[in-house]
């Protein structure tokens, strides 16, 4: 090669580097300003959120995703706008959509990040607030607890999961209760039971079999989360329920009785709270 054609090949040589150097450089300056556009879309759907212009937020969230999808907190906050515009027991199909693109937002965070925390109690929230229906699903019910047991498996020492599982235990064995209640009362016209009466011993047994291990579970899961909260009146009052679930499924009527001084003393010790933290309140405020 002469002199002339190797410097008419160094040139081309050169250039084409230049030109690549260029392009990437090009992408990466795109790539950075598509970063910064993402995270000044959350800002202004953060804002928009803040001040309840759901509709907005949701805009600005989504074109944040689309910019960065690295932007866990657009998806995040995403999920949670449509979370917020969803009215548990509506049975509309755009409230129903709402639920359902709340939990595939929050699910989509977890396909990166599957041990995030505010993904997996939101996917438990909002399952449980469409379960409430109608119409009415138990297996979403099972659904919700599954996300709740997932969170008490990565952070043991947080009570509130403890009180969404026992929530929706009492939940599906107090519905199963007043069904058989039901039944049975229309079964035997003649021979009515009262929501405070205990169940027949034909009716009981198909209670235990069916929810005796679910009662146990939620009143398991209530005493761990007072454990860890001495003065949630939430989990006390909630744990009040379950041991009058628990009394519906014995037949000693001393056993019985035991279980719903038990109950009754909860509701004391609830009162007692919120005695307690009103008189706090009021003391701080004078």
Request: with cysteine; proline share 5%.
């Amino acid at each position: 090669m002469n002199l002339v054609a190797k410097r008419e090949w160094f040139r081309k040589d050169v250039s084409g580097a230049w030109l690549a150097l260029v392009v990437i450089v090009a992408a990466a300056g795109a790539g950075g300003c598509d970063k910064l556009r993402a995270r000044d879309l959350l800002n202004k759907g953060v804002d928009a959120y803040r001040n309840q212009h759901y509709d907005v937020a949701v805009d600005d969230f989504k074109q944040a995703k689309e910019l960065d999808p690295t932007l866990l907190n657009a998806r995040l906050y995403l999920a949670t706008a449509y979370a917020s515009q969803y009215v548990p027991g509506a049975p509309s199909d755009d409230n129903l959509r709402m639920g359902q693109q709340a939990v595939a937002e929050f699910q989509d965070v977890l396909k990166t990040d599957p041990d995030n925390l505010s993904a997996i109690d939101g996917i438990g929230s909002m399952l449980f607030n469409m379960a409430v229906g109608p119409p009415f699903n138990a297996d979403m019910f099972r659904d919700s607890e599954s996300y709740h047991l997932k969170h008490i498996a990565l952070k043991p020492e947080d009570p509130a999961p403890y009180y969404w599982v026992g929530y929706i235990d009492w939940t599906l064995a107090n519905r199963a209760n007043q069904e058989l209640r039901l039944k049975y009362n229309q079964d035997n016209p003649h021979k009515q039971i009262k929501d405070d009466q205990p169940l027949p011993p034909n009716v009981r047994q198909q209670f235990v079999q069916d929810y005796g291990s679910t009662v146990d579970d939620g009143i398991d899961r209530l005493k761990k989360a007072v454990d860890l909260q001495p003065d949630d009146d939430q989990a006390i009052g909630m744990l009040n329920l379950l041991y009058r679930q628990k009394a519906d499924q014995v037949d000693d009527m001393n056993e019985r009785d035991s279980l719903e001084k038990q109950a009754d003393a909860l509701l004391d010790k609830v009162k007692q709270i919120k005695e307690q933290r009103a008189a706090a309140a009021s003391s701080a405020s004078s």
